[in-house]
């Protein structure tokens, strides 16, 4: 038997990680049995998205709420600080936490992992979604099923917070060294996310490479006249997707004598914020719709027309959204963070703007879109199209994704 437990925060549950539900059906035919632990969730927590491989189990194991358990974590967290080697006492409390989260999860799934016939002979892949706690957790599985003879594969995937230190709060992510030394293999999402592990811990540079994530074929996008331009954001209204400077940029252009639509789909904790802002838009036609579905979201991506797509993060790893705004062939503007170059090429599907641009510049790449003749955008749209052809299509890069899991599994029998 072959076993992928899969190690998330909260998919199937609420929003995020929703790029799992591409994956999961892809890769759900490549083993006998996969079991979803999101360590955000809780008992009792209601499925609100929807697996159709039959041999998909989703197991909560918290009875707690999250903030309890932080606190718990946080008051075990002085158990571990002996664990840790780091000469700052700050980074001995975040190592200390760290260790605490993962400890007690680990011990949680091992229990009930207990459920199920795992038996000599049966191989189990750990798999982490994240190079941060859940990793942990599944590199303390693997030395548990270990001892019991039984073989096992550990690997993650790598994306934005759990890459570049320099971004998190105090600069500062627990146990890189250990993690990357008992991991198997770490699948960054981008080439930018790959290189800047392999720069800082080139020692384990041949257990690093990228695999990008990808996106499924929901058809192109309406198109219209562009007299009445539509643009389109995607994000969680959070500090570092900086959706406010996007309506800094649309104020400058209420006297350009253009006729505006902005829509923004996505909710968050900025979203009351957000809102209150947008008023200064009286002038152009605002949509802030909330968190929205994925299948609401390519709805709207395919009969609304739609004929810019904007992200202005102050770091990424490699986005989704984009991906997505690309298959339906809508060109974009974003900032040049994280591995955003890898899919927004510039002056050929999209336009980049600088990490720490000013809302004059990003007013007038908008400007540029809509004053392009119809051949010019024409070529803009096929190009972003034939962007994501090329590169994120989710059946293709999901299919490579588990040819080198497999391959992990080869080498390891070596």
Request: charged share 30%; net charge positive; hydrophobic share 35%.
């Amino acid at each position: 038997m072959k076993y992928l437990v899969l190690l998330n925060r909260r998919f199937p549950f609420r929003y995020g990680e929703a790029f799992l539900e591409n994956e999961i059906d892809e890769v759900s035919g490549q083993f006998d049995r996969i079991i979803i632990y999101p360590s955000d969730a809780r008992i009792g927590d209601k499925q609100n998205r929807k697996i159709s491989s039959q041999n998909v189990t989703v197991r909560t194991i918290e009875k707690s709420s999250l903030k309890l358990r932080k606190i718990k974590y946080l008051c075990s967290a002085l158990r571990y600080i002996s664990k840790s080697r780091q000469p700052k006492l700050l980074h001995k409390l975040l190592d200390g936490y760290f260790l605490a989260a993962a400890y007690d999860q680990m011990g949680k799934i091992r229990k009930d992992l207990g459920n199920f016939p795992v038996r000599s002979g049966d191989t189990v892949y750990f798999y982490s979604y994240w190079l941060y706690i859940n990793a942990k957790v599944a590199c303390l599985l693997k030395e548990y099923y270990e001892k019991k003879g039984i073989h096992t594969v550990v690997f993650s995937r790598a994306h934005r917070f759990d890459i570049y230190e320099e971004k998190r709060r105090f600069a500062y992510l627990p146990e890189r060294i250990n993690l990357l030394g008992h991991l198997d293999h770490v699948f960054a999402c981008s080439d930018n996310g790959s290189d800047y592990l392999k720069k800082h811990y080139p020692k384990f540079d041949r257990k690093i490479s990228t695999s990008y994530l990808g996106t499924y074929d929901h058809g192109l996008g309406t198109v219209e006249s562009r007299k009445k331009f539509h643009i389109i954001s995607c994000s969680r209204m959070s500090s570092v997707k900086r959706v406010d400077l996007i309506i800094e940029a649309l104020k400058l252009l209420k006297n350009e004598n253009l006729s505006l639509v902005w829509t923004h789909l996505g909710g968050g904790e900025l979203y009351d914020v957000i809102t209150e802002k947008a008023k200064e838009l009286d002038w152009m036609e605002v949509h802030l719709d909330g968190a929205v579905p994925n299948k609401e979201v390519y709805d709207h991506y395919r009969d609304c027309p739609e004929h810019l797509f904007v992200n202005v993060s102050s770091s990424e790893g490699l986005p989704v959204s984009i991906m997505e705004a690309i298959s339906f062939g809508i060109p974009v503007i974003a900032t040049d963070v994280g591995g955003t170059a890898e899919i927004v090429l510039d002056g050929v599907n999209g336009r980049l703007l600088d990490a720490d641009f000013q809302p004059e510049e990003l007013a007038e790449q908008i400007k540029y879109f809509v004053s392009l003749t119809d051949e010019e955008y024409r070529k803009y749209r096929m190009n972003a199209r034939g962007t994501w052809e090329k590169y994120f299509q989710a059946p293709v890069n999901y299919k490579n994704f588990v040819r080198d899991i497999h391959t992990l599994y080869k080498e390891g029998k070596e």
